[in-house]
């Protein structure tokens, strides 16, 4: 069992940066993908970034590539995701989530994911 707690997100300008983290308790997370989601207010929930259990293999959605990084410390059981140059339409709740080893991990799928934090809103204003 993982449990994934999300923080740092909060209300800026557009142009700010923030760092999102994510603690996880229970088991550890040094073997696994790590994932950034998102939903904004009516829209669904879709993939903003994903580390590999290495922490080399990245991925990022268009939309923020360029200005956004995940970074993971394992020893601490935590995953980070640095938001930079941030726009009116980053803002949405930000979700954190684990995937376990598999048959195949696709680091895009939501459903290849098997656990989910509660979430972080991050506010931008323009």
């Known amino acids: 069992q993982v449990q994934l707690v999300e923080s740092g997100g909060g209300l800026v300008q557009a142009g700010d940066s923030l760092r999102l983290s994510c603690a996880a308790s229970?088991?550890?997370?040094?073997?696994?993908?790590m994932g950034w989601f998102r939903q904004a207010p009516g829209k669904e929930r879709e993939f903003v970034a994903a580390l590999g259990w290495d922490g080399l293999s990245e991925d990022y959605v268009d939309s923020v590539k360029g200005r956004c990084s995940i970074s993971r410390d394992n020893v601490k059981s935590t995953v980070y995701l640095q938001l930079n140059s941030l726009k009116p339409e980053d803002t949405a709740v930000y979700y954190c989530?684990?995937?376990?080893?598999?048959?195949?991990?696709?680091?895009?799928?939501?459903?290849?994911?098997?656990?989910w934090g509660q979430g972080t809103q991050v506010t931008v204003s323009s």
């Open positions: 229970g088991r550890t997370f040094g073997s696994y993908i």
């Open positions: 989530a684990v995937q376990t080893p598999k048959s195949y991990n696709d680091f895009r799928a939501q459903s290849s994911y098997d656990y």
